[in-house]
């Protein structure tokens, strides 16, 4: 059974920093792409950023562009996303996920795992 562990997060004003991670464990096969996505309250979850587990490339949504960075490190299976520059928009619950095979990286509805989610406030 895939886990995946979520840490990271919390109160900041806007312009500052959080750092998100997510551990993945009881895997037993290779993944394809791990992402982020977030859920404000009343809205859709969506798509923030993912990287590929064997090449690292990375997508963003193009509001989090320059601010945001994902990386991932294959020998922890952890992922970190690194938030700078928030903004009270970025205000919302945050999801790691695991997809197995590839598919389309920005669709929620394509992820297999799910992590528990962790909220991040951005004060104005």
């Known amino acids: 059974q895939v886990q995946l562990v979520q840490s990271g997060g919390g109160l900041v004003q806007a312009g500052g920093s959080l750092r998100l991670s997510c551990a993945a464990s009881?895997?037993?096969?290779?993944?394809?792409?791990m992402g982020w996505f977030r859920q404000a309250p009343g809205k859709d979850r969506e798509f923030v950023a993912a990287?590929?587990?064997?090449?690292?490339?990375?997508y963003y949504r193009d509001s989090v562009k320059g601010r945001f960075t994902i990386s991932r490190d294959n020998a922890k299976n952890t992922v970190t996303l690194q938030m700078d520059s928030l903004k009270p928009e970025d205000t919302a619950v945050y999801y790691c996920?695991?997809?197995?095979?590839?598919?389309?990286?920005?669709?929620?509805?394509?992820?297999?795992?799910w992590g528990q989610g962790t909220q991040v406030t951005v004060s104005s």
């Open positions: 009881g895997r037993t096969f290779s993944s394809y792409i």
């Open positions: 996920a695991d997809q197995v095979y590839s598919s389309n990286y920005y669709d929620p509805n394509e992820y297999n795992y």
């Open positions: 990287v590929r587990w064997s090449d690292g490339r990375s």
